[in-house]
C-alpha cells in the first residue's frame, strides 16, 4: 500500500485505517477471528489502526492487544476516550481527571507503554478546551501517546483548540476524526478545509455510510443486517436509500462494486489522509482490501457528484454530531435593551 503523512506529524500512514469498532460483544464475539482479520489488514500492508475504550467496553482494545503481540512497532496504533466507561459520572469526558485514567487503561488493555496517536472521541461542553489540551501535553511529555487529535469536532472547535494551544504554548489538535462517505459531504464546507489549513491529518470513520453504501439496504426492503439492530434511523432514510438506488448503476458501469466507488471516493478528497475500514467478519474485510487499488476517474466522480452534491449530508444526518440548540430566551436581550432609541 502507499502512504501518506498524518497530517504534519511526519508518521507515515496507509490511506486504509483498520478500525476496530466492531470486534467484540458490540460487533463479532469471536476474538480469535477478530485477531485473524488484524494480521489479514497488516498482512495486506495496512499499517494503521484505531480503536476506542467505549468499543465493547474495552474488549475490542484488548482484541487488538492480543493481535498486535510481536507486532506493534510495526503499526501506528490510535485509540480514542471520552465515551461513558461506567455509571461514575466521573468516568467519562474530556478532563485531566479522566483522560489520564482512560490512557492507562487503554495502554492495560493494549498490552503496549504508549500509543501512537491518543483522540478524544467527542467535544465536552463541561471542560474548558485548556484543561483538555494541558493534560493531552503532558500524556506527551511523559512519553505515553506520540501525537493527540480530535474525534467529531465541529469546525469551530477546531479553531477555538488551536487557537488555545498556541496561546497557551500548549501542544494541539494533529488530527480530527470525522464521519465522511459519498452520502455524508458536509465536512466539505468547513471541517475539512480547516483542518487543512492547520496542518491536521484526517482519518474518516463511517466511508460506508453506516453499510449503506454496501447496497444491501434497498428502498422497499426492511434492513435484517447486524446494523439494523442498532436502531440507526439512516438505514430507513427514503432520501439516503434514493441516492444509493442511483449510485449503484454509476458503480456497475465503472465496473466495480459500490463497497470499493465508496472506499475510493473516500480517500480522494485531498484532506483526507486515511479511512477507516469497519469490518465485523473477515469476508467484508476481504472484500475491502480488494478494493485497495481502486481509483475513479473524473468522470466518475462528477457522476456522483450529481447525485451526492459536495458539501451536503443527503437526508437525516445521523452521524454523531451533537449541535447545541439555544432556547428561545438565550436569544432574546433584556425588555428594555430590544429597542434602538
Known sequence: MKYRTLGRTGIKVTPYCLGAMMFGAMGNPDEDEC???VHRALDAGINF????????????EEIVGKA??????????ATKAHLPMGDDPNHRGNSRRWL????????????????????????????????????????????????????????????????????????RFRTEQPPYSILDRGIEREVLPVAQRHGMGTLVWSPLAGGL???????????????AGFGFRYLSDDRRLEAVEELIPVAKEAGMPLTHMAMAFAISHPGVTSAILGPRTMDQLDDLLAGAGTT?????????????????????????????????AALRRPLPQRSAA
Open 100 to 171: 489520564v485514567r482512560a490512557l492507562e487503561d487503554s495502554l492495560r488493555r493494549l498490552q503496549t507503554d504508549h500509543v501512537d496517536l491518543f483522540q478524544v472521541h467527542r467535544p465536552d461542553p463541561d471542560t474548558d478546551i485548556e484543561e483538555t489540551l494541558a493534560a493531552l501535553t503532558d500524556l506527551v511529555r511523559a512519553g505515553k501517546i506520540r501525537s493527540f487529535g480530535s474525534s467529531t469536532f465541529l469546525a469551530s472547535d477546531i479553531v477555538e483548540a488551536q487557537w488555545v494551544a498556541e496561546r497557551r504554548g500548549l501542544q
Open 49 to 60: 489502526v484505531d480503536t476506542a475504550d467505549a468499543y465493547s467496553h474495552g474488549g475490542s
Open 35 to 37: 485477531v485473524r482479520m
Open 68 to 77: 498486535l503481540k510481536g507486532r506493534r512497532d510495526d503499526v501506528v496504533l
Open 213 to 227: 453504501l454496501t447496497g444491501r439496504y434497498r428502498k422497499g426492503q426492511e434492513p435484517d443486517t447486524h446494523r
Open 296 to 328: 475513479l476517474s473524473d468522470d466518475v466522480l462528477d457522476a456522483i457528484d450529481e447525485i451526492a452534491p459536495p458539501g451536503v449530508d443527503i437526508g437525516a444526518l445521523d452521524m454523531g454530531y451533537t449541535l447545541q440548540t439555544p432556547s428561545g
